[in-house]
């Protein structure tokens, strides 16, 4: 027995041994990859010596004598930190993620290969200004001389994920970048899901019903608000399956988890300080690392630092000592649902405006790991690629017979967005950065501008034109060959929306109704926003004047318009009603939890029990209220509508009429569906987060989800790279924090705002600036995390352009040299 034990504790010793050494030899190959910042390099392409300083947060500040130095070394920057998430966006937007992933992502190349997005940005490359494509190869030069380190110095494959998932990394080139831009297009829009969920549920309703589920945007078009002289005094009262899994790959969101945004601006009449002021924060998925890049360039016209996006040379959301500018989704009906008719008598025809044409085609391999290449036979009509019924519901709402062609404005292949982008990097003042915006193409964005003396709105990116006559005006799926529902080009840059010194001094998006205008002059049928616009409004006018600290607060503001409206119409027949109940019981609970809210005021803290309350209600509610009329196609309605539920509270057109379950004999109310309603609720916090209702948190449902796209659901790695937080906010306040709207994690924290700035013209370098993890993609990097609880608790870094500032407590200084002769 003594051999045994003896030979056991060898064993046990043996194992542990073998385990640390495994860990030790895992941590030594995947630090090689980490990049020494302190750093003297020789390399070619550059014509002067380049530094880039690394401030203490690891923003990098680029001094060059030249723009196509200071591009190159950005290129070299991004790539030592970012360089896994630069090659998996060019593999996704050239669709070859199953070349690593195999079959788990050749539902996303099959999309990406069908809207043919990378072939376009190759196509796009030669209608760029000879100063962007200068810029672009000069960026690509800077990729490539990272990745000549990495093989030179034998650093770790140049990331960590590189062991795991080996590939051949093929050199960097312009149209990588162009592409990158092209797949935040595609990111951003969602008007082709929404044309098809409008259709499907067109199906079952009738239009009242349609109108009730689907609304129009009821508000009033808000941009410029009026001057704060012409308003009454004090603060304004409230009153009362057919698509793909989702796969955090994949840059097809549910629609709605697609792009939003904030951003204001205050002229100098309405800042303390007598100068401009701006703010924007852009809403996207949450991943780690964050997409977004902070980064300094000194260019010859300037220095300019805000937000970058890795693999694009360009910084979307910043500023320069004289310009600020910001982005947020325009949502413009850019994509249109075309139903085509395929020839009975030869499948390779489809009927066209003047008969029977061939379907343009082109042959795709997908090489597939561990599984046999896919060929896919890629088809064209006149009016754009052709999907399958078995993407996007197509097959849903296509007649026999038919198959459906999509148009959208990213597909051009002169598309000269990148160099617009760079125009408005490089302009000075309003004037120049808006003439700038005429040659961007997709995404369709509101272009937020702020220089010392002015400040503008105005919307870019091409806007379709439609014909009068169309037969859904783009909001349904239309057969075509009909050539009034074919597009008419676009409108002209100088119809775009634009707003521009408002007598008021203040204007800002929140992606809500910008505009009234009649079809076919509309921007859109459906508006990113109808609540938070609510709030901001009231924030803004609250005060004669603002301040950098005041507009701070506004992007941190976590008062939900909704929550105030909905708990108060849902409520109103249940406050304080009924008898003491027994301690324990449902009653009981039901009670505890409408004195809550009865006492609330919408803010949505991580800290209070009010929200998962509210949260949880009105989920519950709106499933109660269409599932019967639904079915199965109410699994698609996964997030709250606030004008649906208070279109049926407030019985507009008939609405109430949602309350009455139409399976059952007796006629419900509203006033017992609410009560019902709640009631589920309940059950399901306390299965979830335990039966005291009082003492329940917000903050333990809603869980912002940094996680790692590859590697999150990883065991044991998912504890390494996944940055999890508790976090106040939700879907309607300005501390937007979009909910999931799945089960088992309904409220989980998944899109939101990755990058947050606050410029104050006054004094420039007092601006402030987040991202939402940290400047490096590497697990094992200090800076892989390090500003995500800075940006959970609402604080930011310095913006500076002060050089000396950003060398006084860097973290490292490159010297990038010419090669000597």
Not at 119 to 134: C, I, K, L, M, W
Not at 509 to 517: F, H, P
Request: glycine share 8%; aromatic share 8%.
């Amino acid at each position: 027995m003594a051999l045994i034990f003896r030979w056991l504790i060898r064993l046990a010793t043996a194992l542990i041994f073998l385990g640390v050494a495994a860990i030790a030899l895992a941590y030594y190959f995947a630090s090689r990859s980490l990049p020494e910042y302190n750093a003297n390099r020789e390399v070619a392409f550059i014509a002067a010596p380049v530094e880039i300083v690394r401030d203490n947060a690891n923003v990098p500040h680029i001094f060059g004598q030249s723009d196509a130095d200071v591009y190159f070394a950005l290129g070299y920057a991004h790539a030592q930190d970012r360089l896994w998430q630069m090659t998996m966006l060019r593999r996704t937007a050239q669709g070859r993620l199953s070349e690593l992933f195999g079959e788990r992502t050749l539902g996303i190349d099959e999309v990406l290969r069908r809207f043919d997005l990378y072939r376009t940005a190759v196509g796009s490359v030669d209608a760029q200004t000879p100063e962007t494509n200068a810029a672009l190869d000069a960026y690509a030069r800077g990729v490539n001389a990272w990745l000549a380190e990495v093989n030179k110095g034998a650093l770790g494959r140049g990331a960590p994920e590189m062991w795991l998932f080996n590939h051949a990394i093929a050199p960097w080139q312009p149209a990588d970048s162009i592409a990158i831009l092209k797949l935040m297009a595609l990111d951003l829009t969602s008007n082709l899901e929404d044309e098809v969920l409008r259709a499907r549920t067109s199906l079952l309703l009738e239009n009242d019903r349609l109108r009730d589920i689907l609304p129009d945007d009821p508000t009033n078009a808000v941009a410029a608000l009026p001057e704060y002289a012409s308003l009454i005094p004090g603060v304004p009262s409230y009153t009362p399956n057919m698509r793909l899994a989702y796969d955090p790959l994949s840059p097809l969101k549910p629609a709605p988890l697609s792009g939003a945004s904030n951003a204001w601006a205050a002229s100098a009449a309405r800042s303390a300080t007598g100068s401009t002021l701006l703010a924007n924060d852009p809403h996207l998925g949450l991943t780690a690392p964050s997409i977004w890049y902070l980064a300094r360039l000194e260019l010859e016209t300037g220095g300019i630092i805000g937000g970058t996006i890795p693999g694009m040379p360009v910084v979307l959301s910043g500023r320069s000592d004289a310009l600020g500018w910001g982005l947020t989704s325009a949502y413009v009906d850019d994509q249109d649902v075309m139903v085509e008719e395929v020839n009975p008598d030869n499948p390779e025809e489809y009927r066209s405006t003047t008969g029977w044409a061939p379907f343009r085609t082109r042959d795709s391999i997908i090489n597939v790991k561990d599984g046999p290449a896919v060929t896919l036979r890629l088809r064209w009509t006149a009016n754009g690629p052709v999907m399958p019924r078995g993407q996007y519901d197509l097959g849903t709402i296509t007649p026999p017979g038919h198959v459906t062609a999509i148009s959208w404005t990213a597909l051009s292949d002169r598309d000269t967005s990148m160099s617009a982008s760079f125009a408005i990097n490089h302009s000075r003042t309003v004037e120049e950065a808006i003439t700038a915006g005429e040659d961007f193409i997709a995404p369709a964005m509101n272009l937020t501008l702020a220089d010392r003396n002015r400040i503008a709105m105005k919307t870019i990116g091409a806007i379709p034109a439609r014909d009068a006559r169309h037969q859904s005006q783009g909001r349904l799926p239309a057969f075509g060959y009909l050539a009034e529902n074919r597009w008419q080009g676009r409108f002209p840059y100088g119809d775009n929306p634009a707003f521009l010194d408002p007598p008021g001094g203040i204007l800002g998006n929140t992606n809500n109704k910008t505009v009234d205008r009649p079809f076919p002059r509309h921007i859109t049928h459906k508006w990113g926003d109808t609540q938070r616009i609510n709030r901001w409004r009231r924030l803004m006018q609250a005060r004669e004047v603002h301040t950098r600290d005041s507009f701070i607060e506004t992007q941190l503001d976590s008062v939900s318009f909704a929550a105030r409206t909905l708990s108060t119409l849902m409520g109103a027949d249940l406050w304080f009603t009924g008898d003491a109940a027994a301690e324990g019981t449902p009653e009981r609970r039901r009670q505890i939890a409408l004195n809550l809210l009865s006492a609330w005021n919408g803010e949505m803290n991580e800290h209070l029990p009010e929200p998962l309350i509210y949260s949880a209600w009105v989920r519950a509610f709106q499933q109660r209220l269409i599932r019967d009329e639904l079915g199965p196609l109410a699994e698609e309605f996964t997030h709250v509508e606030p004008v649906f539920i208070e279109r049926v509270f407030r019985d507009i057109d008939g609405a109430s009429v949602w309350c009455d379950v139409i399976q059952s004999a007796p006629v419900e109310t509203c006033t017992d569906i609410a009560r019902q309603s709640l009631d589920d609720a309940l059950v399901w916090i306390a299965e979830n987060h335990g039966a005291a209702v009082e003492a329940v948190r917000w903050g333990d449902a809603h869980v912002a989800t940094h996680d790692h796209p590859v590697l999150g659901k990883t065991p044991i790695l998912e504890w390494v790279v996944n940055i999890r937080q508790s976090t106040s906010g939700g879907d309607h306040t300005l501390q937007r924090a979009k909910t999931s709207g799945m089960d088992p994690h309904p409220f989980y924290n998944v899109h939101a705002a990755g990058y947050r700035g606050v410029y104050d013209f006054a004094d420039p370098d007092s601006s402030v600036f987040i991202n939402s993890t940290g400047q490096s993609g590497h697990p094992l990097s200090r800076h892989y995390d390090n500003l995500g609880e800075l940006w959970r608790r609402g604080e930011y870094i310095p913006m500076s352009l002060d050089p000396d500032l950003a060398r006084a407590a860097a973290v490292g200084v490159t010297v990038l040299r010419p090669v000597a002769p």
